[in-house]
């Protein structure tokens, strides 16, 4: 485990929001996990969050607008 | 050990290797040692028993009220005074009882069950609690000011909260001082669980309760600011001719329920996360099996505290927005009942198949799990516009909250102290007790509160002292109901004291299931625990 967080330090940001997007589901698989948690670093995670979050508010608002149309 | 440590004392100053028998003393005693503890234990101590003298204060306000519901008709009260009573009952609960309370389990808990010696800020700790007293006092003796406590309901609305006398000043200073001190309390737990771990025990290891109450002090630091700067501009608006919330002035009422819901949807979450991370650890101790889906916990944890920041205005419906506005705050509040779905469903799996016993605190547990997912659901039901639109102001929401609030946070933390009191007293507690206390509960609340969504949903509006002749019978069952619901809390007490002044001897792990560090103490905790941190691997 401590060798394999040396040989592949830092994750992609596309991973990073990968495991954001499921994080908003609320499910990760077991494995996916084992490698955010071996990989992903915190200011990824708070970066992608906040992506995240931004994201989530523009799809749910033009779904809105796409219903109101 | 006496004897050598007064050695030393009397000696020369030979300290430093014999820093740490300062411990020895022990507490001083009397109240001096309550007034200047700063040792985690004490200070979770008081917090809990702050937050249950708040509970008997904000019941006692519930059962005024419901003693008038009881019939139709004005019998023992004015209406102000009825007012009055709804107001600071609510504030109460929330800011006295339900998040004192949750405070007290992270001062006693965190630091046992990440292997640390105390908090981060042991004096901030002190200064934290102390604040409580004062607040409290603020809000009790606003009832014997000129005009009356504050009666605009416990959510400070314009133009009401602007219009009252002193006793809403109180208020407004009470809510200051209760926000001060959650922020230190909570940079307090952040701090701690972010560099007190000890050695191995990374954050993907630490247990579900730890992890629930970092989240939450993230959004306390983040949402109880908002809240002390509205309730300053209401305080502005009252004395020193600003017009924020006033239209005759140019300003807008609608302006603080957006601000103040700012706060307090988020609010809400902070008063059920820690609430899900004591669940989270009495499920699997009492199921034999590991929590199923953990990560999955911990992610749901973090996906819930975001969203909760953008769902505000479903307090709002009936206010007026644009359709665009009520469809948004529609989806996305719906959308976070699937986070809150994965938790249920993860907590139902970590029971499945496992060899389950039934101790009070699993019986709060699962009564959790069931009246939880009911409020929930009556969650949902709120969050669809046009249904809303029926049910808002009315106690359909009443029901509602008491569903996620009573038979959520409350039973979750009943649940926490009858599992922890083994490991806080050196003793077990009264099963039999523990269980008459938890059926008591059980049904007098669903027949307080089970009613109260069909006189919702029949249109009888909260709030008020008297209603129309139909809603009579539901009214007097939820009564009933109330009172049966409020002694059965002396069982608790009682069985706490019991628990307290003796019985059975705890082991160290009185639960043959639990896993998690502070079993590793022994039973009383000694005052000093994690004094060397333990290894975890
Ligand atoms: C599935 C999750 C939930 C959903 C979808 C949900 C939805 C809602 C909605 C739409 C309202 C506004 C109703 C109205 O005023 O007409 C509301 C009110 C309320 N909710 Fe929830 N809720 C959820 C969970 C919770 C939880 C976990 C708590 C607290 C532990 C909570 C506490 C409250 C309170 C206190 C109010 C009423 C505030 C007031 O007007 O005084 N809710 N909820
Ligand atoms: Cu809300």
Redesign the pocket.
């Given at each position: 485990m401590k060798n394999e967080t040396k040989v592949q330090r830092k994750a992609s940001f596309l991973q990073a929001i990968k495991a954001v997007s499921w994080a908003f589901f609320g499910i990760r698989k077991k494995s996916d996990h084992d490698h955010d948690a071996a990989t992903l670093t915190l200011g990824q995670v708070i970066v992608a969050g906040i992506i995240g979050a931004a994201i989530f508010v523009t799809s749910v608002l033009m779904m809105v607008k796409l219903v109101t149309s | 050990m006496a004897a050598v440590h007064d050695d030393h004392a009397h000696g020369h100053g030979h300290g430093h290797e014999h820093g740490h028998d300062d411990h020895a003393h022990g507490p001083p005693k009397g109240m001096m040692r309550w007034l200047t503890t700063t040792n985690h234990k004490d200070i979770g101590t008081m917090y809990l028993w702050f937050s249950f003298s708040m509970f008997i204060v904000g019941g006692l306000m519930a059962f005024g009220i419901r003693a008038e519901l009881f019939q139709p008709g004005m019998q023992l009260m004015t209406p102000e005074f009825f007012n009055s009573l709804t107001t600071n009952h609510?504030l109460i609960m929330v800011f006295g009882a339900i998040m004192p309370a949750f405070v007290g389990f992270a001062n006693w808990q965190v630091p046992m069950m990440i292997g640390a010696p105390d908090m981060a800020f042991a004096r901030m700790n002190n200064w934290s609690f102390w604040l409580l007293p004062p607040a409290a006092l603020l809000l009790v003796a606003a009832f014997f000011v000129p005009g009356g406590a504050g009666a605009g309901?416990?959510?400070f609305y314009p133009p009401l909260s602007v219009q009252m006398g002193m006793g809403m000043d109180m208020m407004i200073f009470a809510v200051h001082i209760l926000g001060a001190s959650s922020i230190m309390g909570s940079i307090n737990i952040i701090t701690t669980i972010l560099n007190m771990r000890a050695p191995g025990m990374t954050l993907m290891k630490m247990p579900l309760f730890v992890w629930t109450w970092l989240i939450t002090a993230y959004l306390l630091v983040l949402v109880m600011p908002v809240l002390a700067g509205t309730v300053t501009m209401l305080l502005t608006d009252r004395h020193f001719g600003t017009n924020f919330f006033n239209a005759a002035g140019g300003g807008d009422p609608i302006m603080f329920q957006h601000i103040f819901w700012f706060f307090?949807h988020p609010e809400?979450?902070i008063?059920?996360l820690p609430a899900f991370g004591i669940v989270s650890e009495i499920l699997p101790t009492f199921s034999r099996k590991p929590l199923f889906g953990y990560s999955s916990m911990v992610y749901a944890t973090a996906s819930i505290a975001i969203l909760s920041c953008v769902v505000w205005a479903?307090?709002m419906?009936?206010v007026g927005m644009p359709v665009t506005a009520q469809l948004f705050f529609m989806y996305a509040?719906?959308l976070?009942?699937v986070p809150?779905g994965v938790k249920v469903f993860n907590w139902t799996a970590t029971m499945w198949q496992g060899s389950m016993s039934f101790e009070t605190p699993m019986l709060f547990a699962i009564g959790f799990i069931f009246l939880?997912t009911i409020?929930?659901f009556s969650?949902?039901v709120?969050?669809v516009v046009p249904v809303?639109i029926q049910?808002?102001?009315t106690y359909y929401?009443i029901a509602?909250?008491h569903y996620?609030?009573v038979s959520?946070?409350l039973f979750a933390l009943f649940g926490g102290v009858y599992y922890w009191l083994p490991k806080w007293t050196g003793h077990m507690y009264d099963e039999s007790l523990g269980k008459l206390h938890f059926w008591m509960s059980m049904v007098f609340f669903n027949v307080t509160f089970f009613v109260q969504h069909f006189l919702g949903l029949a249109g009888m509006p909260r709030r008020v002292p008297d209603y129309a002749l139909q809603f009579a019978d539901f009214n007097m069952i939820s009564s009933i109901g109330a009172f049966g619901f409020g002694l059965s809390q002396l069982i608790f007490l009682a069985a706490v004291v019991k628990c307290i002044r003796g019985g059975k001897k705890a082991e160290a792990k009185p639960w043959e299931g639990a896993t998690t560090l502070e079993w590793d103490l022994p039973s009383p905790a000694p005052y000093h625990s994690w004094v060397t941190p333990p290894v975890v691997k």
């Open positions: - | 609510g309901g416990w959510t307090g809400v979450y008063m059920i479903h307090h419906f009936t509040t719906m976070i009942a809150t939880f409020g929930g969650g949902v709120c969050a809303d049910v808002q102001e929401v509602h909250f996620v609030l959520g946070s």
